[in-house]
Each structure stands twice: as structure tokens, then as C-alpha cells.
């Protein structure tokens, strides 16, 4: 079984550009989460998308926003990027509507790492 | 309400040595519990999950973790540590949310 997927591994960017990331959930699992990890910061969450709709968001500006896909695959997008965007973005998938712990089981991707200069 | 603490940002062992790294959470319901591995420049990987089946949990690699209710702690231990082992350790917890805390992580260092 194929796990989470991620594109680009590494992307690098400019001031003010916008960055597209990518990513590609497990099979038969309808919930993505997105997650940045800056040096020292640890696991910050950014966004939860399930069947399509985002669900929650975490403490991050307006710029950061994304989509999911009708075939669950999802989105992050980073408009105007600043310095401290720099970071490892890492995408989770879990299989939402399963009962029990498995529902609640997040599968990591290898993540996309973006340099702005 | 939830939230993770782990003790210690770095863990120094050398190879053979038991590894201990400690982790505490609270949590206002039945939590369940992870701890995740990561090497360097790469994902986060699933060792175990506590799902309250049994209290001891066996992971891949050779790690267990034990879930202590009265102590609030899910420490991860490994009898025998190889080189192979030293990465960043994350601990999490879950409970009424799907949007896991995670903890600050430990590094995990393997001298020879």
C-alpha cells in the first residue's frame, strides 16, 4: 500500500511568491492535515480538510490556505512569502470515518521543504 | 483539553544502553497516545499507539511504551540501543479532537 506522497521534496522561493505544495493521502483516507516545522519550533498545525471542506485551522495568517480534492488529494498554499515561511511542510493523512483509534492515527509524508530567500 | 510534555530536549545514550524517553500529557478525556520517529530530512513514522487494549504497547524497531493513568505518562523505552536508533522523538496526544498535540520532541543521540 502506497503511503502519503508529497511534491515537491524541495522548492525554493522569493520574497513575496507564492508557493504551491502537494499532497497525495493513503488510500481510502479522506482526512488531510498540514503541518509546518520550523527550526526549533516543532509541529505547528496549519490546516485540517475532510470530504472536501476544510474543518479547522490552527494559528496561522490569512495567506496560508489550501483546498482538497474530490479524489482527497489536497493543496497548501503560501501566498506573499516572508522569511520565516522557511520551514519542512509536512502533510498527514487519517482515515476519518474508521471508529476507534484508527480514525484518530495520523500517517506522515516525507514533506516538502521551502526555502525563501 | 489536551497537551504533551517531553522531558528533555536531548537524550544521550550509548550503544547498548537502555533508552528512556519520558512523556507526560493531560488530557480531559480518555486520551489516546502516539509517538512518532524522525530522521533527518524525512517524514514523521508511526512507532506505536496506546488505544487502551493494554496498557503496554509493543512498536516497531524494538520500542515499547507503557501507559501509566495515575502517573499521566506514556514513556517510550528500548532495552538495547543501536545507532540506528538516534533520530527526534515526538510524543502525542488525541482525545475528543482529531487534531493531535505534539510535543517539543527529543533527540535521541547514540554514541558508540
Known amino acids: 500500500e502506497a503511503g502519503v506522497t508529497q511534491s515537491p521534496t524541495h522548492l525554493i522561493k522569493t520574497r513575496g511568491q507564492q508557493a504551491t505544495l502537494r499532497c497525495s493521502p493513503i488510500s481510502g483516507h479522506t482526512s488531510v492535515y498540514w503541518y509546518q516545522q520550523a527550526l526549533g519550533l516543532g509541529l505547528q498545525f496549519l490546516l485540517w480538510?475532510?470530504?472536501?471542506?476544510?474543518?479547522n485551522r490552527g494559528n496561522f495568517p490569512p495567506r496560508f490556505s489550501g483546498r482538497q480534492f474530490p479524489n482527497y488529494s489536497s493543496e497548501l498554499n503560501v501566498n506573499a512569502l516572508e522569511l520565516e515561511d522557511s520551514a519542512l511542510y509536512l502533510c498527514?493523512?487519517?482515515?476519518?470515518?474508521?471508529?476507534?483509534?484508527?480514525?484518530?492515527?495520523?500517517?506522515f509524508g516525507p514533506g516538502t521543504r521551502l526555502l525563501v530567500l | 483539553a489536551q497537551s504533551v510534555t517531553q522531558l528533555g530536549s536531548h537524550v544521550s545514550v550509548s550503544e547498548g544502553a537502555l533508552v528512556l524517553l519520558r512523556c507526560n500529557y493531560s488530557?480531559?478525556?480518555?486520551?489516546?497516545l502516539f509517538w512518532y520517529v524522525q530522521y533527518p530530512n524525512q517524514g514523521l513514522q508511526l512507532l506505536l499507539k496506546y488505544t487502551s487494549a493494554a496498557t503496554l504497547v509493543k512498536g516497531i524497531n524494538g520500542f515499547e511504551a507503557e501507559f501509566k493513568k495515575s502517573e499521566t505518562s506514556f514513556h517510550l523505552t528500548k532495552p538495547s540501543a543501536h545507532m540506528s536508533d538516534a533520530a527526534e522523538y515526538f510524543c502525542?496526544?488525541?482525545?475528543?479532537?482529531?487534531?493531535?498535540?505534539f510535543g517539543r520532541g527529543t533527540s535521541l543521540i547514540v554514541h558508540p
Open positions: 488530557s480531559s478525556v480518555p486520551p489516546y
Open positions: 480538510y475532510d470530504e472536501g471542506e476544510e474543518r
Open positions: 502525542a496526544v488525541t482525545g475528543g479532537s482529531y487534531i493531535p498535540t
Open positions: 498527514a493523512s487519517s482515515p476519518r470515518g474508521t471508529s476507534g483509534s484508527e480514525g484518530k492515527t495520523q500517517y
